[in-house]
């Protein structure tokens, strides 16, 4: 969900830059042979991800699903683990959607300027955010 739509309170809602996420997740040990992928459905609009600590990646790009391979990251000797992602919102020049980061004299905060009206302040992890596991040639 949407990080700024937890609330009315403008200072959340109209905020910009990064928010974090945590998540415990328990990993079968049936698994730990397996080809494991954590996949995200969309992120808005760049994501750094972590598990136990271990940088996994980083993806750009808004509203597109993404997956990282992680067998080789989960520790086999534990099946509880955290997921750590860095959410960004903040938009550029030469992001999609196009955006410049403002910052005004008379007070401290930064916005977005589009070119349309449509496009309202969000940042979060949308759509699912699983663990699986794949077979070889899967997608």
């Not at 930064?110 to 070889?136: A, I, K, P, Q």
Request: hydrophobic share 40%; aromatic share 12%; proline share 2%.
């Amino acid at each position: 969900s949407s990080f700024n739509d937890i609330t009315t309170d403008a200072t959340i809602r109209d905020y910009l830059g990064v928010v974090w996420y945590d998540r415990d997740f328990i990993l079968p040990s049936s698994w730990i042979q397996e080809n494991v992928v954590l996949r995200f459905g969309s992120v808005h609009f760049s994501a750094e991800v972590w598990i136990d600590g271990v940088w996994v990646g980083s993806h750009e790009g808004g509203h597109m699903a993404f997956e990282f391979q992680v067998s080789s990251i989960l520790n086999a000797k534990t099946t509880k683990h955290r997921v750590t992602v860095a959410v960004n919102n903040i938009l550029t020049p030469d992001s999609i959607p196009q955006g410049n980061l403002v910052v005004h004299d008379d007070y401290l905060g930064l916005e977005n300027e589009f070119d349309f009206s449509t496009m309202l302040v969000c940042t979060g992890l949308w759509y699912c955010t699983v663990v699986e596991t794949r077979h070889t040639g899967d997608r």
